[in-house]
């Protein structure tokens, strides 16, 4: 699965397909408003310049949110689906952005006047990079802490081969050079209000969802968990079977990263129907390119080592007349020989709000796991809220 840049052919093709539609359904299916239908049109008239300034317009990471987005946005609100097939626009949107930073098109950073006012920012993910983006337009200072050495939050555990972290660093240099921007890494802030003490005029928190999500299985300790594998997959590379539990995104992240370090077999325990799987068409065509054996209806009872390997006790599911899922009784299999097991079910947040004037809390704190461009547009709109309080 490598990074969805188009061709120059592929890029002329897509733009063609473009049917100009007055009610631009894709840019209202953006949940940060950036106009397809806008940047496309640039772009038809071969203004790269102007098409990548319509996006950084509305959208700081607008390279990173075209190699990653779903296509459950933009792409499917495009009405040329039904005529042949729907515009790739996150691809196109990937394209415009790649070629105006390599050909320096980028539009010059817009400084606005300081409005006096300092916002506090925890966590430098997307929620917390679409805040500040949004901040800075009003005036305000801005101060970014994250407790890691890199920008970029959840999207750092995204694969190399889907979002190489070069292009994250880019895109935060870009906003970084803005006045009104500053930033400090490797710094932890446990106590929200003590910021306000220290005149900030408000405190954003966007620290994510950080507590993984658990079986409650006997043998769990035994399990990776996917954000320690995806930051540090070559301290885990192995040339044995390995499984994942868990049927999102994440899980296709373990996946296709397994299979990349060598991985001889690799399969998926996924409790629900392959249907109820929450994942792309790409990512369902990138588990079949990779020969993944996706084992559905089925849940991992306990664990065990033995040896050098560990063993999985699985049994089938199914759906009661509730609806609710349910264990089929008398249908316990015992599954060796397995070099890792990974637990990819997601996260959640680790710690409660602190209730207090003028603490804000963003992105997958609030709502847990959510997409790239989702973060960035809550973290866009509590921004806004934050000006409107203020009287900015």
């Not at 607008?62 to 190699?67: A, D, R, S």
């Not at 769990?220 to 999102?248: F, K, M, R, S, W």
């Not at 054996?293 to 006790?313: C, E, H, P, Q, W």
Request: proline share 5%; charged share 20%; glycine share 8%.
């Amino acid at each position: 699965m490598k990074p969805r840049y188009l061709s120059k052919p592929q890029f002329a093709a897509e733009l063609e397909k473009c049917l100009k539609c007055p009610a631009k359904p894709c840019a209202q299916a953006c949940p940060v408003k950036c106009s397809p239908h806008d940047f496309i049109a640039a772009a038809q008239k071969g203004d790269i310049k102007q098409a990548a300034a319509l996006i950084v317009a509305q959208n700081p990471l607008g390279e990173v949110c075209g190699l990653i987005c779903p296509d459950k946005f933009c792409t499917r609100a495009c009405l040329r689906q039904h005529i042949d097939a729907p515009i790739k626009i996150p691809q196109v949107q990937a394209e415009i952005m790649r070629r105006a930073r390599e050909d320096n098109l980028l539009p010059p950073m817009q400084n606005v006047a300081p409005n006096g006012k300092r916002i506090a920012i925890i966590g430098a993910g997307p929620s917390g990079i679409g805040a500040a983006a949004e901040l800075i337009q009003h005036g305000f200072q801005v101060t970014i802490f994250e407790k890691n050495e890199t920008i970029g939050g959840a999207l750092n555990l995204i694969p190399q081969m889907r979002l190489p972290r070069e292009i994250i660093e880019a895109e935060w240099q870009y906003l970084a050079q803005n006045p009104l921007v500053e930033a400090y890494f490797k710094t932890t802030v446990a106590d929200y209000p003590t910021l306000l003490q220290q005149g900030f005029a408000a405190v954003i928190v966007a620290v994510g969802a950080q507590k993984s999500r658990t079986l409650g299985i006997e043998g769990e300790n035994l399990l990776l968990d996917y954000t320690e594998y995806l930051q540090n997959p070559a301290h885990y590379a192995t040339a044995g079977n390995v499984a994942i539990v868990g049927g999102g995104a994440a899980a296709v992240d373990c996946v296709l990263t397994a299979k990349a370090q060598g991985a001889a077999n690799v399969e998926m325990f996924v409790r629900r129907r392959l249907s109820d799987m929450r994942i792309t068409a790409t990512e369902r065509q990138a588990l079949l390119e990779n020969q993944v054996d996706i084992t559905t209806m089925t849940r991992v009872t306990r664990v065990v080592k033995s040896g050098n390997t560990l063993t999985a006790y699985t049994c089938k599911t199914r759906f009661n007349t509730d609806g609710r899922l349910e264990d089929v009784p008398q249908t316990e299999i015992v599954r060796s020989d397995f070099a890792l097991i990974i637990l990819a079910l997601g996260a959640t947040r680790a710690q409660e709000p602190t209730e207090a004037e003028n603490i804000f809390y963003v992105g997958d704190f609030v709502g847990g796991g959510s997409t790239a461009v989702e973060a960035l547009a809550s973290g866009k709109q509590i921004a806004q809220e934050v000006a409107k309080k203020l009287k900015i």
